[in-house]
Structures are given as C-alpha cells and as structure tokens.
Nanobody, 127 residues
Framework: VQLQASGGGLVQAGGSLSLSCAAS????????MGWFRQAPGKEREFVAT????????YYSDSVKGRFTISRDNVKNTGYLQMNSLSPEDTAVYYC?????????????????????WGQGTLVTVSS
C-alpha cells in the first residue's frame, strides 16, 4: 500500500489549503484515513480521521470548525480542507490509513493504530 499526499504549500494567515492523499495498492472499504502533523521541534499530533465506510469524522480540538476531512471511496482518496489557517498550523502533514475495526472518538486518533503512512506534505502559514 502506498499513500501519496499532496497539496501542501505556502499560504498567508487566514487562507485555505486543500490536501489530498491517494491510496494505491489496495482498495479500502473499511478502516479509516487519518491526518497527522508535525511542527518543527514538536511531537507528531493528530489532526482528523474519517471512517472509510460510514464517513464518520473526528477532529482534534485545535482544528475543529476550521478543517474538514472527507473521502472518495471510488478514487480511494482522502482529503483535508483547511480554512482559517494560522501560523500555528505550520507543519508537515501526514496521511495514514488504519485498516482495523471501527474506532470511535479519541481512540481513532491513536497513531499506532495506523498501518500505512504517506511521505508528508509541508504546509507553511505566514503571518
């Protein structure tokens, strides 16, 4: 399985970016796709996740209301729409796939549950 993340770039504070994560090598009808990020000098943190089959989404408090995660099961692709970006959102964003059973709430944010990881795409938000 390969995950290819794209869409990162430089944006001014208050702006928007849309990230994509294309999965190849396997069709996902269960499990979840998640987004994580790692800012310079900081630990990796959870951003959002969406269940492939139900579409149920879960967000970190830091992005709730500003970011929207979605997926296209036909294209085997996940998306992260990021609005109202701030410099604190600057990070390398990673997509990942959890092939396990349905996980609800905070447990869906646990990174070790994610089996496959993309290479990351850099998002830089200038002030």
């Amino acid at each position: 399985v390969q995950l290819q993340a794209s869409g990162g770039g430089l944006v001014q504070a208050g702006g928007s970016l849309s990230l994509s994560c294309a999965a190849s090598g396997r069709t996902f009808s269960s499990g979840a796709m998640g987004w994580f990020r790692q800012a310079p000098g900081k630990e990796r943190e959870f951003v959002a996740t969406i269940n492939w089959s139900s579409g149920f989404a879960y967000y970190s408090d830091s992005v709730k209301g500003r970011f929207t995660i979605s997926r296209d099961n036909v294209k085997n692709t996940g998306y992260l729409q990021m609005n109202s970006l701030s410099p604190e959102d600057t990070a390398v964003y990673y997509c990942a796939v959890d092939t396990g059973p349905l996980r609800v709430g905070a447990v869906a944010a646990v990174a070790p549950y994610y089996d496959f990881w993309g290479q990351g795409t850099l998002v830089t938000v200038s002030s």
